[in-house]
């Protein structure tokens, strides 16, 4: 997708390629497909993993080859940031800061109407953190218990230009989250097996869970891996056939 639209923003989506896996393996794929009201919601507030949302909705069943195929393109509805205009999007990010305070919203409107079954997945890039709406919304999450919601960090140590720790200093973040009252994990972000196992195990809880995914930028492609570059780098021919030959070796 990145490769045929000259697109950007490779290294953000392939740091979080499982992290959606298990949030889209944790929700009931039937109920957003026919918009049942009380589906679970996936929200993707770090926007700008938008190939890789939508390659993971395309696994799911969510979006068609057709669909895909237009990424980025003139007149497509899938552009280089989540959007709402495209079929089972919840919301439209890409400003950062935006999608964990909706997620909230979203959390005790679903308690309220007494969907108890229904879950609230929100994803959350370590840059974005810094946003001062991200803790607003963190202690209202806490304040009314929000056990029906789950916060992934995508915590790839690296914004758009530099490491994240030098633009805002937020490290031990799982001391930050915990000091917010929520149930707190630390995971592997490349492990399907550790994040689904830490999403069910925080629903079982009595607050909001954040789990910080361990991740790395450009994960998979070895030439833009932890490169702060590829969050604006397009793919060359010569990139794209040596990604190509080095997933299918593996």
């Known amino acids: 997708m990145l490769y045929k639209a000259k697109a950007s923003h490779l290294g953000s989506s392939m740091s979080v390629v499982e ?5 889209y393996g944790n929700v009931d794929i039937e109920k957003i497909k026919t918009k049942q009201p009380d589906r679970s919601r996936v929200i ?47 919301h439209s990010t890409g400003a950062l800061g935006h999608g964990l305070p909706v997620a909230v919203g979203v959390a005790i409107g679903l308690r309220s109407l007494k969907f108890n079954d229904a879950k609230v997945l929100c994803l959350v890039g370590d840059g974005e953190i810094q946003e001062g709406s991200i803790w607003e919304a963190l202690m209202l ?53 550790e994040l689904d196992k830490a999403i069910k195990e925080g629903f079982q809880g009595e607050t909001a869970t954040a789990i910080i995914a361990n991740t790395i930028k ?15 780098r397009s793919l060359s021919d010569d990139d794209y056939k040596n990604i190509v030959s080095i997933l299918e070796a593996e």
């Open 44 to 90: 993707v507030s770090k926007g700008h993993c938008a190939s890789a949302t939508y390659a993971t909705m395309h696994h799911y069943g969510l979006l068609t080859v057709e669909q895909i195929k237009t990424y980025h393109e003139n007149g497509s509805l899938l552009q280089g940031h989540v959007s709402h205009g495209v079929p089972h999007v919840e």
């Open 141 to 193: 999450a806490h304040h009314h218990r929000l056990s029906n919601l789950s916060i992934i960090i995508d915590n790839n140590q690296i914004s758009s230009i530099t490491d994240t720790h030098k633009v805002i200093d937020l490290n031990p973040l799982k001391d930050r989250f915990e000091g917010f009252g929520l149930q707190t994990f630390e995971v592997n972000g490349h492990n399907v097996e």
């Open 218 to 232: 450009g994960k998979g492609v070895p030439f833009a891996e932890g490169q702060p570059i590829w969050h604006y």
């Open 19 to 23: 992290c959606l896996t298990a949030m």
